[in-house]
């Protein structure tokens, strides 16, 4: 079965036959049964992602795109801010006219602006094999078509610790990926020591794909030789009963307190590992004086933790006696830094494992992020894998990920980041091609204002995202399975052929054909494809692989073999323990790469920022968003369990999973029974920025004075009569309460996951979710000028 050529691909006939496909959170075959979709697991896959079932009902929903829409306002008017975005109707239009007005208006405001003021940052996972990767497509084309683009770095996921890891220990990828691993656990490890705990719906995603999710045997293989876990988390869920762990509910963001704590009493004990900190770290004097009350009159004692992350002194002592001498792994999940002050409590945890001196050791020290994506605990590949080359961009102006609505309501004005100013750029036109900012972004009244300061704003999208619905052209998109590509992860050994599963719903193209057509308009076609169509792509990609692999003496198959045989095992490296196994087997010759070429339990160079929000040394800082009288129970907008962010909401995994078609809001029953809400109410959750309606499941499995509610309900819009302006989601999409302000002035990383709320029973009229319904659409467009 050879590739279909990509730009003037054949659409394929319904096929019985299964065939193989991947996704950000499994391998897969599908097939058309009696006319519907029937998706398997690989068959290797000991653990499979219930999310694959998401794809059965997918191709053809209605909440798809099916036609190019234009915003009529900006279809009327022309481009220009607009507070009718997110409320407008949409007219149709035929590809090639709306590939020449958006073609033309790229054309007006790079001249007029520059392409400096294009914001083509585009965050999101989308979901596609290496070559449709979509912001890969959206950051090539801006770079070959206009030279540039305003940028945005780090991520959502890890915005405070992809900064403040390369100061004290290396990159995330170090820290990460290339670390302690699930083989090393089940062999090694004493106790596992678990902040936020390791949930196995997280674990079964990883960007690029996954044919074996091997978190839960490797937890119950470990447990059954006697390692212990221990998870702190306001979720009990957030360790499976495999791991048999201890459940120390905490208080949410008070970790890097508890952490302060266990390591007071280490040093109070005498039971710290006093020549690994000499030996292999720098900075621990400045530190131990905080940490003992000699900087700031505060020891940092059980009793004083106790106080604040709600557990009993007595337990943390326990618990720090515990650890002593054992082969302990410390882990931090990555929503601990999605938090205000989320650089402390990564920090501390390295220092934690520090003093623990287990840092190195197979199966101890310090994990960052182990059990939050199927990246992690997992060896690299030994041969590199296909990846679309963006070109190089011209514009040095960026943000911090996270700092988008600052800077669309703010240009012009300065910002902090990593020991530097930088001022916010002056953005006319965003470029969004595989993200959903009106998922990923925290208050989202506030991001509806941002993006309505635009003179356009241009979306590609598989379906109806609110995101779409705010902008001025979108553009129907693929989805995977309409579409031929290579998936693979540089942590996972399995190389998927992805074949066409669906031919392409109604008009919807390729990212790269929509990118492709619209450089040729712009006079930049051969620079974007170089002369390939997307199946040219393909075999050019692996390529790569096939040559490693041959370099090496290993079997290199050419690509229609591959093809044909539909996946193809990778080799990997060995399980050596990177960089931090490296330096404390030669800690002169194999330097971490920070200042000191040590651990940095202090940091002179953090500490020379002069940050008020993130001093030179982890601490305890308090946040500035506890519970009130008004808004008394913390919320946890934590990642859902039942699809990858918002992707597929529609999808029948996702939609099986809500109740009166709301997300579920898990509750402690004491919290409901003193606002007289039972088991399957709808609530109200609300604060000064928001309020959404979610469906109540009650449980004891949660921290008291704690409500969770998953992120990925689309966000459906409605006026809010209570307080005129607020932002109202009656599907329960968390983001309307989050706050939009950066982790500090280090890394401007995002705060999604915790805010405080109050909730109460909703007995009113409910609502309708109109989510995956789409927008009103008028006449088709006759054409012309505007
Ligand atoms: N409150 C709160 N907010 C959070 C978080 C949290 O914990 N709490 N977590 C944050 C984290 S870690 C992350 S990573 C972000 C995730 O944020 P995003 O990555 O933006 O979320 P997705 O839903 O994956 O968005 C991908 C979009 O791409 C579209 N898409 C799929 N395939 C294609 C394609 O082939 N082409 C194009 N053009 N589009 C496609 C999908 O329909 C979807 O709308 O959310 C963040 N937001
Ligand atoms: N099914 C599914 N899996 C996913 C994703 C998805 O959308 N769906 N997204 C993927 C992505 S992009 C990422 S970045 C990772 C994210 O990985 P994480 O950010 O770690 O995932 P979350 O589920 O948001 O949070 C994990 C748990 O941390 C706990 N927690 C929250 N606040 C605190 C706190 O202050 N202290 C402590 N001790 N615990 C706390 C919560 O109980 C929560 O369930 O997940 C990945 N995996
Ligand atoms: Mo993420």
Known sequence: ??????????????????????????????????????????????????????????????????????????????????????????????????????????????????????????????????????????????????????????????????????????????????????????????????????????????????????????????????????????????MPAESRAEWLPIVPGTDAALMLALGQVLVAEGLHDRAFLAAYCDGWEVFEAYLLGGADGVPKTPEWAAALCGLQAGIIRDLARSLAGKRVLVTVAHALQRAEHGEQPVWMGAVLAAMLGQIGLPGGGYAYALGTLAHYGKRMNAVPIAALPQGSNGVREFIPVARIADMLLHPGTEFDYNGKRHVYPHIRLAYWAGGNPFHHHQDLGRLARAFRTLDTFIVHEIGWTATARHADIVLPCTMTLEREDIGAAPTDPLMVAMHRIAPPNGQARDDYDIFADLSGRLGTRDAFTEGRTSAQWLRHLYERTRAALAERGLEAPDFDTFWERGELLLPQQADDGGILRAFRDDPVGKPLPTPSGRIQISSPVVAGFGYADCPGHPAWLAPSDEPTADHPLYLVANQPATRLHSQLDFGAHSVANKRRDREVCTMHPRDAAERGIAEGDIVALYNARGKCLACVALSDGIRPGVVQLPTGAWYDPAPDDEVPGRAFCVHGNPNVLTRDVGTSSLAQGCIGQLTVVQVRRHDGPLPPVRAFEPPPAGAGHPGGAI
């Open 1 to 238: 079965m050879k590739p279909e050529s990509g730009i003037e691909s054949s659409v394929l006939p319904p096929s019985a036959a299964m065939r193989p496909h991947s996704a950000h959170w499994g391998v897969f075959r599908a097939a058309w049964r009696q006319g519907a979709l029937a998706v398997q697991p690989h068959p290797g896959d000991p653990d499979p992602n219930p999310l694959i079932q998401n794809f059965t009902t997918a191709v053809n929903h209605r909440a798809r795109v099916t036609t190019p829409m234009v915003r009529r306002g900006w279809l009327e008017r022309g481009p220009g801010p607009d507070d009718r975005r997110g409320r407008d109707s949409y007219v149709p239009m035929a590809w090639d006219d709306v590939l020449d007005r958006l073609a033309g208006e790229l054309t007006r405001v790079r001249d007029r602006h520059g392409a400096q003021a294009v914001f083509g940052g585009s965050y999101g996972w989308s979901s596609a094999g290496r070559f449709h990767h979509a912001q890969s497509q959206v950051h090539r084309f801006l770079n070959t078509a206009l030279g540039g683009y305003v940028r945005s770095v780090n991520s959502y996921s890890a915005g405070a610790s992809g900064v403040i890891l390369p100061h004290i220990l290396g990159s995330m990828d170090d820290v990460a990926r290339r670390n302690v691993t699930w083989e090393q656990i089940v062999d090694h490890a004493d106790i596992v020591l678990s902040f936020g705990g390791m949930a196995l719906k997280n674990s079964r995603v990883a960007s690029g794909g996954i044919s074996r999710h091997i978190e839960r045997e490797s937890m119950a293989r470990a447990a059954a030789r006697g390692c212990r876990f221990v998870s702190v988390s306001p979720l009990r869920g957030d």
